[in-house]
């Protein structure tokens, strides 16, 4: 062994010794980079957000002709034309309009607005509630854990579409005073989705910190006097975060499917207000005289479902710490 | 394991009765209910005096507290005076106007024979409610008014059962091989064939699905001039020109014309399990071809063939079992919003119409008969396991 190449591999060591290690997002965005489905499909997402966000308020400003008022006004989700009722898609409404002669692009918009929203608000209640019991469960053991995890149990034995929908059916009609209808509706269904999607981040955190409990970090912010509860915040529940990540993302694309699917079956977010399940309702009955109306909000749905799998794929590969790049 | 059973045994009634507890309350909790679109009429004339109303609720049993609600509907209302003449407890009086006792929360029938089926002759209806454990599932409110829960279900059931075994049987038949040879040939042009195949599956909303199939195979069809297939319910009852009874010459209620009907529903249904479950079978033999136990089967010089057929895919199919127990339930209550959309007369169109007509026996009676279902399912398939796999035991 020459004395030149020791030289080298001691500067090389010497390297890597000194240098800054990675932040650890960084090394995430890097492999996740190299899966090109999801990079992909998260543009995609990212562009397709501004875009329900933007589109609208764009096109609240600019005016199309209304035959049956005779005059120009803008594009709004509830004004009706009927004199142009399932119009086929023309300059005026690239879509088309809907059976009350609404242009149905605006309302795929709004409709992802909300589709979108609530998606974000029941994972994000879900993942968080699920995480928190998990780690509880996980940190205190004993009687705690049992009765937790019966709950769990419970909770996925039950057959989840049919409560879905009955669970829907019976509040449907409540009206929270304080919120205009739209946001109360949104509200009980957010409730509704999040009761049943908590038990998937419950399981994933319990088992993390069940690894996690008796590590020496553990006992030192014990030994600093944390208390129970911040030692679950601070402590148990970010370590349990990049699985938990990977099932959000996943929840996304379930939760979208199965409040569209409750809005399609007139459980879910009531006419007029907007949603990509509630707008494919009535369609059968224009089937054969507009079949276009059928198109666009599934096609919404699929893509997005679709982005969010995808997107969940390359994120359980980029923040699994078993694979190296 | 005798006293692994006992324990589930006893977990699991416990979960049945929770659960109808929850939508039970939940149910008599909201306001509203069936009876809150009555007064909608706009003549005064047509409008029922709350004496009517009264009555009403007495003959559906809504006059009951939830929890005497309940135990009628489990158990019975025969009993309903004697247990409440030993309590002795006159409850709310606003919904006992009558007599002031118990025996104002039997209803109207009930109370006419004195509290008992004593004299009944067994024959249709019983004067008083046995209860669901007495296999009394009650009356239908509203969708088929005067029937029997037994008979509006069993009207139904047996075209879900149709529909859901064939799509079950098709599916595993085309899931096991293709979700295995894509984990053999990893990375081969099938394999990112089905894997793209299952990613769409599990992104395509189903309903949206069975639109596109309607467009496609009845609307474009008959654009087209093809013979179109029917895009709704079980039998023909009149034979369009040009359309696929037409063509093939089908009689309406043969079996031909079952299966045309099926068609649509059943392809519908078929690609999406397809979807997830050949990926499911491909990532489970994936796990099996990493396994030592494969290793050593090729190492001892064994053909490739019997490697994967006689080591890996019998240990492979061992998740499958999961599957195929869960779709136990399914196959009773039906695919929601497949026959919603093929206007399917099956176990989840009535359910979905029940919901909307409020007709709380048929949806009790769905629920409690799903759930019981759902928890038999994950017995029978955790024993199963032990049966199959003899590594896991329970304790």
Redesign the interface.
Same mark, same amino acid.
């Given at each position: 062994m020459s004395v030149a190449e020791i030289d080298v591999d001691a500067l090389q060591a010497e390297a890597l010794l000194t240098d800054k290690p990675e932040r650890l997002l960084v090394t995430y965005w890097k492999r996740l980079r190299r899966h090109r489905l999801a990079t992909a499909s998260l543009i995609l997402l990212v562009m397709l957000i501004l875009l329900v966000i933007v589109a609208p308020i764009i096109m609240e400003h600019r005016t199309y002709y209304n035959v049956s008022k005779g005059e120009y006004l803008n594009y709004a989700r509830d004004t009706q034309d009927l004199a142009a009722r399932n119009a086929a898609p023309t300059s005026a409404h690239p879509l088309g309009t809907d059976e009350l002669g609404r242009d149905v692009l605006y309302r795929l918009l709004v409709a992802g607005r909300l589709s979108l929203f609530i998606a974000f608000t029941v994972v994000f209640v879900q993942e968080t509630v699920g995480m928190f019991l998990g780690a509880v469960s996980g940190y205190f053991g004993k009687w705690v854990d049992n009765l937790i995890q019966r709950i769990v149990e419970?909770v996925i +034995? %039950?057959?989840t $579409?049919?409560?879905l929908?009955?669970?829907s059916? +019976? %509040?449907r009609? $409540?009206r929270i005073e304080a919120l205009p209808p739209e946001w109360s509706q949104a509200v009980v269904i957010i409730v509704i989705l999040s009761l049943f999607g908590w038990t998937g981040a419950c399981r994933l955190a319990r088992g993390m910190v069940l690894s996690l409990r008796n590590q020496e970090f553990t006992e030192a912010s014990k030994a600093l006097g944390l208390s129970d509860l911040q030692i679950i915040v601070r402590h148990m529940m970010p370590n349990a975060l990049p699985p938990i990540i990977v099932s959000a993302t996943l929840g996304l694309?379930n939760v979208i499917?199965v409040e569209?699917?409750l809005s399609?079956?007139?459980?879910g977010i009531q006419q007029p207000v907007a949603t990509w399940?509630n707008m494919?309702q009535d369609?059968?009955k224009d089937?054969?005289t507009a079949?276009w109306k059928?198109l666009y909000?599934?096609?919404a749905?699929?893509i997005a479902?679709?982005a969010?799998?995808?997107l969940g794929?390359g994120l359980r590969d980029a923040l699994d710490p078993r694979l190296k790049l | 394991m005798t006293n692994y059973l006992i324990r589930r045994g006893f977990q699991m009634v416990i979960v049945v009765i929770v659960a109808t507890i929850a939508i039970f309350a939940l149910l008599n909790a909201v306001p509203g209910g069936p009876l809150s679109g009555l007064n909608l009429a706009a003549d005064a004339k047509s409008r029922f005096s709350p004496e009517d109303i009264a009555r009403l609720e007495a003959m559906l049993g809504l006059n009951k507290p939830f929890y005497l609600a309940y135990l009628t509907w489990l158990l019975g209302e025969d009993w309903v005076d004697e247990v409440g003449a030993t309590i002795g407890n006159p409850g709310p009086a606003d919904k006992m106007w009558d007599t002031g006792t118990w025996v104002d929360f039997q209803s109207p029938t009930c109370k006419n024979v004195g509290g008992t089926n004593a004299e009944w002759d067994g024959d249709g209806i019983s004067p008083c409610r046995r209860g669901v454990i007495r296999w009394d599932w009650g009356q239908s409110w509203s969708l088929a008014r005067g029937q029997t829960v037994t008979s509006v279900i069993g009207s139904r059931v047996q075209n879900t059962v149709i529909l859901m075994s064939s799509v079950t049987v098709i599916s595993l038949i085309v899931a096991i091989p293709i979700g295995m040879i894509s984990a053999v040939k990893q990375y081969s042009k099938l394999d990112y064939a089905v894997t793209t195949f299952s990613f769409f599956g599990i992104a395509m909303p189903v309903f949206w699905f069975g639109l596109l199939m309607i467009i496609l195979f009845g609307l474009k069809f008959k654009e087209w001039g093809l013979p179109y297939f029917p895009t709704g319910d079980v039998f023909t009852t009149r034979v369009t020109p040009g359309s696929l009874q037409d063509v093939l010459n089908i009689q309406p209620r043969s079996l031909a014309d079952r299966i045309a009907h099926l068609f649509l529903p059943v392809t519908v249904l078929t690609l999406l399990y397809l979807a997830g479950w050949s990926r499911f079978m491909r990532s489970s033999m994936l796990e099996v071809l990493r396994q030592d136990y494969v290793r050593t089967a090729r190492a001892k010089g064994l053909r490739e063939r019997a490697v994967i057929v006689k080591h890996a895919a019998r240990n492979a199919l061992i998740p499958l079992i999961t599957i195929v127990v869960f779709q136990i339930p399914g196959i009773f209550s039906g695919a929601i919003l497949t026959e919603t959309i093929f206007n399917y007369p099956g176990m989840g169109r009535l359910f979905i119409d029940s919901l909307n007509r409020d007709d709380w026996p048929i949806v009790m009676a769905i629920l409690f008969i799903s759930a019981i279902l759902v928890v038999i399912a994950t017995l029978v398939g955790d024993i199963l396991y032990t049966i199959v796999d003899p590594r896991i035991r329970f304790d």
């Open positions: 419970f +034995i %039950l057959p $579409l049919p409560l929908l009955t669970l059916s +019976i %509040l009609d $409540l694309s499917l569209s699917a399609f079956l007139g459980f399940g494919l369609v059968q089937m054969f079949p059928a909000p599934g096609l749905i699929f479902s679709l969010f799998n995808y794929d | -």
